[in-house]
């Protein structure tokens, strides 16, 4: 029942927000007649201030904003881990211990003015613990952050490449997993390129465009073995972990990539791609362990591991596609992926080995209402501009019995 009530809580202001931007077509009208009040005026002299603030140093002819300022947004997505984890009992014989977690899934409601806000989610399978994902910035810059906690892992041990089932599987709540990131990031062709119009629809990327990123990040792994009774009772994982409870890898990186805009019909349809390649240059692992019986020492005692080479590159991608129905509604979709590495030795003997994927994808919906450009200049006592030939090519009429039902109002 709690699960059906976010659904329903959903679809309420979903419809509220349907309801609000069907009605700002016909108020239109009625308010070309009426005085504005001193109240609207300044409201909407503020607004323009901010929209001329979020075109500055823009192209308009590649980047324009969309007709309504505010959005409500229905999204839905899920997360994913897939973490390996190698030691060596020998030179030659690496265990392995490869985890991924179940399918989740995840349903949530954000409101938003251009392109900033905020909203919550409620995890439907109960597959993580925790799961924050928030994105600020301009056209130029941007900080994106990222943190997941999950216990909802699954795995295999294998011991020269061969599954062991000698060993114990793991299974959901023995371990638990921590990811974070924040990375920032800086277009240097941001006159004609939007990062934001492709992620987050704050703008309209109205022609093809595609600009070098550069970025600097900070990253973070932290496993954390809930069950350490289990692998102390078996002789084999008691020699597999030598007393390991949890390890966490800390990691600096900067990063140059690139990211491109495809648009085949002046905003309409929305293909997106970036790739960022980076370069660690500052890493180290933190183990902690349980002490053998007998051996006395005062808290939890670590070791540090440092990376068997200073440097290393990694990367994660991203892709997205939106689709602008008509002012009103937009279609968006988008994923991306991060990995986090990290290999030591000692000597010439491998110690620990990590490869750590976390992935994520979503599907939007949203809906943007609010006053429209015609009722904002009347109310400020502006001309009508006339559309030019280019605006009017990018206008598309659904098919009639979509308008009659669901717009008819704004037509």
């Not at 030019?388 to 090519?393: D, N, R, V």
């Amino acid at each position: 029942m709690k699960r059906l009530s976010h659904i329903l809580l959903f679809a309420l202001l979903l419809g509220s927000a349907l309801s609000y931007a069907s009605s700002s077509g016909t108020s239109t009208t009625a308010s070309a007649t009426a005085e504005p009040g001193k109240g609207a005026v300044f409201f909407f002299r503020v607004a323009e201030k901010v929209d001329e603030f979020l075109l500055k140093g823009l192209d308009t002819t590649y980047i324009a904003l969309p007709e309504y300022r505010w959005s409500a947004t229905l999204t839905s997505g899920g997360t994913g881990i897939h973490a390996t984890y190698t030691t060596w009992a020998d030179a030659g014989t690496p265990i392995v211990l490869s985890s991924q977690t179940t399918p989740s899934l995840d349903l949530g409601f954000n409101i938003g003015y251009r392109g900033y806000g905020g909203g919550y989610s409620w995890d439907v399978l109960n597959a993580y613990t925790t799961n924050w994902n928030l994105s600020l910035g301009s056209v130029v810059v941007g900080i994106e952050f990222l943190r997941n906690v999950s216990t909802n892992l699954t795995g295999q041990f294998a011991v020269n490449g061969v599954k062991d089932t000698n060993l114990p599987t793991l299974n959901k709540g023995e371990i638990r997993i921590v990811n974070t990131s924040l990375s920032a990031w800086y277009a240097l062709n941001a006159a004609h390129y939007s990062h934001n119009a492709a992620i987050k629809q704050g703008y309209i990327q109205k022609r093809t465009a595609g600009s070098l990123l550069l970025s600097l990040g900070y990253m973070s792994s932290e496993m954390n073995i809930l069950d350490s009774a289990k692998y102390i009772r078996d002789e084999n994982m008691s020699i597999l972990f030598d007393g390991v409870t949890g390890m966490i890898t800390r990691q600096v990186a900067l990063g140059i990539g690139y990211g491109i805009n495809y648009t085949p019909n002046g905003g309409k349809v929305l293909l997106h791609a970036a790739a960022n390649m980076q370069v660690v240059c500052y890493s180290v692992n933190h183990v902690s362990y349980m002490p053998p019986k007998g051996v006395y020492l005062p808290g939890e005692p670590q070791y540090m591991l440092r990376p068997a080479s200073p440097v290393h590159v990694t990367g994660n991608m991203r892709a997205a596609v939106s689709w602008e129905i008509n002012p009103w509604v937009n279609l968006s979709a988008w994923a991306q992926a991060n990995n986090l590495r990290f290999t030591s030795k000692s000597g010439d003997m491998s110690t620990l080995s990590i490869s750590n994927w976390y992935w994520q994808a979503h599907l939007n919906i949203g809906v943007r209402f609010g006053a429209s450009k015609k009722h904002r200049r009347q109310v400020l006592g502006e001309p009508e501009q006339a559309a030019t030939p280019a605006e009017t090519k990018q206008k598309s009429r659904l098919p009639q019995w979509v308008t009659d039902y669901f717009f008819s109002s704004m037509q």
